[in-house]
């Protein structure tokens, strides 16, 4: 049975500090409450998805058209896109004159899929296109003028930039030179000043209004192919009535859910429909990563975002960053499952790897900054990491030590390449730019939540002095007041599959759409022990006698998997989310543990 929320004045459940060192408060007071009511009794909905509904912001009017989200009415015009008439226009006259395009992606999840939808809404009109996609460690981030050189030379009448682009001044100069287009199709955040190119579309452009800047770079590459092929069919293109743009969904939902952009807007639209658009597996790319991620049921966003772009973003961190976007843009079913096979070996190496440099990386910030409760930013950097893996490091970093978080990968010539994640509330990008304005990265540059850069080693320590003047007040404030909201209690026996799909009708979840945390209060750990790498499997027993089976990530050599590993056969509150996995033809009702608190 779901309980309601504890009072908003006092801990839920009493944790006042939990094994992770957060409060447990409850996610609706009293004026959420009231709000989840009135939006049951008006728009008769189940009062459990009102008050999801109600504790993620969405007003009482508006509850049902976000359980149904659409394209038609979340999407704008996208002649709002500053240069998206431009962008269009130049892409419908390359169509129609059979120009010979090239397009720069990104070598991670949502530059393969974005490279992906331009290259097969090309193929649809015989347009003859070329993927090229930098290798991480050689090359880095963005056009760079040898590779433009090099596509040009090839042939390339035209060249769009696809989740890159905007800051890359020196490698569209060159096309400028050469007498090249260069559209640019991006979303990162940049500076006022436009690099060459014939049009950009980054809805976080200045001078953008359209306020469509939580897309990811292939949300923003849709928006441009459906102005594209506005243009082609009212200039009479024999093949532009024959094309669905909406088959092209499983790209973007797989896009939008990977980078982790949030679930709002005309990004639920994406997910959503593209959800459907990929259960139909159309996509025989995405199909054989599917066969080999083992999905056997319906695709969910948590499996793009924990099997697939896992196994996509491998090819671009320790092998060949272009087979994720050639296997996206495959129709040959065997073909695909070979490239498929290969990015899962990739993906076990780069596990193996990223497991390595994970003990390293704590060590260093263990000895650095203790228990990580003075710092403001955890900042590790070691000779001889693959640098294709430091983004990993830097997000295992911070679910550690619960700071924004980079890691360096340095050569031996002191060269660092490194990445950042953050944590709700503080913005690294910004901190990062400040950090070029004020010459101690080569480059840098990234979003709220992410970020990379390049710097010199003699410059390490200086860089780390900055990153705590400027993140210090912030971080720390942040740290301070450190919750948990809980949307509810539920004992074992309330877990049901009825219950998991009632919660799945106010999904998806993701990025400023977060999933339902329930409380299970004084249950019995019946059984708790360390599987796979470092996960902990846990048999939780309510009063009742019935049991409710769930696990902890990556818990291991943590105080949560401390707590449940000492504690069997003792009563314990834990916290978490609900979810069904399919196994062997059963669905499994399976709670992910993401804080505990004994019962006192």
Known sequence: MLEPADPVDRAFLNVETSASGQRWVARLDQAGLNRALAMAQSQGLPELIARVLAGRGVGVAEAK???????????????????????????????????????????????????????????????????????????????????????????????????????????????????????VIDHHQMGHELPPCHALVNPNRSDDLSGQGHLCAAGVVFMVLVATLRQLREGGHPQARSLDLLAFLD?????????????????????VKGLIAARHQQNAGLAALFKVAGIGGPVTPYHFGFLIGPRINAGGRIGDAALGSRLLTMDDAHAAEAIATQLDELNRQRQAMEAAMLAEAEAEAMAEYGTGETASVIVTAREGWHPGIVGLLAARLKERFQRPAFAIAFDAMGKGTGSGRSIPGFDMGKMVRAAVDSGLLVKGGGHAMAAGLTVERTKLGSLRSFFDDQSRETVMTLAANRALKIDGALGASGATLALIDLLESAGPYGSGHSQPIFAVPAHRIRDSRLIGTNHVKVTLEGPDGSRLEAIAFRAGETPLGDLLLSRRGEAVHVAGT?????????????????????AL
Not at 154 to 159: M, T, V
Request: charged share 25%; aromatic share 6%.
């Open 251 to 271: 790209l973007v939902a797989l896009a939008t859910v990977c980078d982790v952009v949030p679930l709002k807007g005309l990004n639920r639209a994406y997910v």
């Open 578 to 598: 609900l979810g069904a996995e399919l196994w062997q033809g059963t669905r499994r009702i399976q709670l992910r543990i993401i804080d505990a608190a004994p």
């Open 65 to 183: 058209a976000f359980l149904d989200p659409t394209l038609r009415a979340l999407m704008p015009d996208p002649s709002t896109l500053t240069d998206a008439d431009k962008a269009a226009a130049r892409l419908a006259r390359a169509v129609r004159q059979g120009e010979r395009l090239a397009i720069f992606g990104d070598y991670d999840v949502d530059g393969a899929a974005s490279s992906a939808l331009l290259y097969r809404f090309l193929r649809h009109f015989g347009v003859e296109s070329e993927i090229y996609i930098p290798d991480r460690i050689f090359e880095g981030y963005g056009p760079n003028a040898a590779a433009i050189g090099q596509l040009i030379e090839r042939g390339a009448e035209l060249i769009v930039t696809v989740d890159c682009g905007s800051t890359s001044h020196e490698a569209l100069a060159e096309a400028h030179r050469r007498g090249i287009d260069v559209v």
